[in-house]
């Protein structure tokens, strides 16, 4: 769904596949931070290691994390391959890339895809364009090998972009989004690299699954194909997906301090990978920072001194009869060795057709804590707090 800063019972399957993910600071730092974030790339092995077990396909790389915003891993499209870091996102279905046709600023600064060096890409005479939260593109679409680890999917059809919105999409470290909701989300004829997967039966089990970490010590993961329960503590909870597109579910209630602050009549939440924040709406998100920061500094609600950290309540998510925690220091953020950064954004009222009038987007903020697994086969996501 890409909503993103700028101020700016699973078993292990004998099929899956762990591709770590990378996590930058937010975007504001980003930003400000330029030569930083450049430097960092260029330290990142970028080549995929494959696993001794063959039969197991295993397939994993190393990334260091960045502080907390975005996270990102590798794919290759074509023949020979095209290397690209791409958002797994499960707040959108459609793979895309930059092509080389695209002259926008914000394509530049990115990896782009050029047809005539593949031997496998097929041109289709189809003109496409996305919307995002924090950006937008426009482009054709073309179909060509793609690999995820050592998973491989042939004639995928995946978008080529050839104008992009400057702003984030411009800012962040990654070329393209491969996105993991449903399919009715994806543009009208053509199916996910997800179903593919499992449509094709390239994996074993219709199951993927996301460790975020917050320390810079562990590598984040995203997993398909199975599950390692290492990665979880704990039984997982699954809880009923309510609308086959977004990963949407029914959330009961939102409480700081024995006080309700949103969903006061039942809501609907959406797990999304893809946005950095607790995004909610906007009036309902004005009163959560008057809450938490009567005072805000720099003339900035979501802006506080983090001296301010420990004092703060923890918001309590109650989600099918399960209380999920999320305290203050993974809500708040630091923006520098004295000012932090509340990560709650309003918005979601532009959100049509989800079925409530109240809708909340769980972003990585809460999947920092949780690990996550998500079960097309059952239609269901399962919790679990993140080891």
């Keep these: 769904m890409k909503w993103l800063v700028l101020l700016g019972l699973v078993a292990l399957s004998e099929c899956i596949v762990k591709i770590p993910l990378?996590?930058?600071?937010?975007?504001?730092?980003?930003?400000?931070?330029?030569?930083?974030?450049?430097?960092?790339?260029?330290?990142?092995?970028?080549?995929?290691?494959?696993?001794?077990?063959?039969?197991?396909?295993?397939?994993?790389?190393?990334?260091?994390?960045?502080?907390?915003?975005?996270?990102?891993?590798?794919?290759?499209?074509?023949?020979?391959?095209?290397?690209?870091?791409?958002?797994?996102d499960t707040g959108s279905s459609d793979l895309w890339v930059p092509s080389v046709d695209c002259q926008s600023p914000s394509c530049s600064k990115h990896k782009r895809f050029d047809p005539q060096k593949s031997t496998t890409f097929q041109p289709l005479n189809q003109k496409i364009e996305l919307v995002y939260g924090s950006g937008s593109m426009k482009g054709v679409l073309g179909s060509d090998t793609i690999q995820i680890g050592n998973l491989v999917i042939v004639n995928q059809i995946f978008g080529?972009?050839?104008n992009q919105s400057?702003?984030?999409?411009?800012?962040?470290?990654?070329?393209?989004?491969?996105?993991?909701?449903?399919p009715s989300l994806a543009i009208q004829g053509?199916?996910?690299?997800?179903?593919?997967l499992k449509?094709?039966?390239?994996?074993?089990?219709?199951?993927?699954?996301?460790?975020?970490?917050?320390?810079?010590?562990?590598?984040?993961?995203?997993?398909?194909?199975?599950v390692d329960h290492t990665y979880h503590k704990g039984k997982l909870q699954w809880i009923p997906v309510t609308q086959a597109r977004f990963w949407q579910v029914a959330m009961s209630s939102m409480t700081m301090n024995g006080n309700v602050v949103g969903c006061s009549q039942g809501c609907q939440a959406v797990v999304d990978t893809g946005t950095s924040l607790l995004v909610g709406?906007?009036?309902?998100?004005?009163?959560?920072?008057?809450?938490?920061?009567?005072?805000?500094?720099?003339?900035?609600?979501?802006?506080?001194?983090?001296?301010?950290?420990?004092?703060?309540?923890?918001?309590?998510l109650t989600i099918n009869g399960i209380v999920y925690p999320v305290p203050p220091d993974y809500y708040?953020?630091?923006?520098?060795?004295?000012?932090?950064?509340?990560?709650?954004?309003?918005?979601?009222?532009?959100l049509k057709n989800l079925g409530t009038s109240e809708t909340w987007i769980l972003g990585d903020v809460f999947l920092r804590l949780y690990f996550s697994v998500y079960d097309r086969g059952n239609n269901r996501i399962g919790l679990a707090p993140a080891a």
């Excluded at 449509?199 to 997993?223: C, D, G, K, T």
Aim: net charge negative; proline share 7%.
């Design 281 to 316: 709406p906007t009036h309902l998100v004005t009163d959560i920072l008057k809450l938490i920061n009567p005072n805000p500094i720099l003339n900035d609600e979501q802006m506080l001194s983090c001296d301010a950290i420990n004092s703060l309540p923890t918001l309590l």
């Design 166 to 182: 400057s702003g984030v999409l411009e800012q962040v470290p990654y070329d393209g989004i491969l996105g993991l909701a449903y």
């Design 22 to 88: 990378t996590k930058m600071k937010t975007m504001q730092e980003a930003i400000r931070e330029k030569q930083l974030l450049e430097d960092f790339l260029d330290e990142q092995p970028h080549s995929l290691s494959q696993h001794s077990d063959p039969d197991k396909k295993f397939s994993s790389h190393q990334l260091k994390n960045f502080q907390n915003a975005v996270y990102f891993g590798t794919i290759t499209i074509g023949t020979p391959p095209q290397e690209f870091q791409v958002n797994f």
């Design 160 to 162: 080529l972009s050839q």
């Design 199 to 226: 449509n094709r039966e390239v994996i074993s089990e219709p199951v993927f699954a996301f460790y975020l970490s917050s320390r810079p010590e562990n590598i984040s993961m995203v997993m398909f194909g199975g």
């Design 190 to 196: 053509t199916t996910p690299v997800f179903d593919n």
């Design 332 to 350: 708040i953020q630091r923006f520098s060795e004295r000012i932090c950064f509340i990560s709650f954004q309003g918005g979601t009222e532009i």
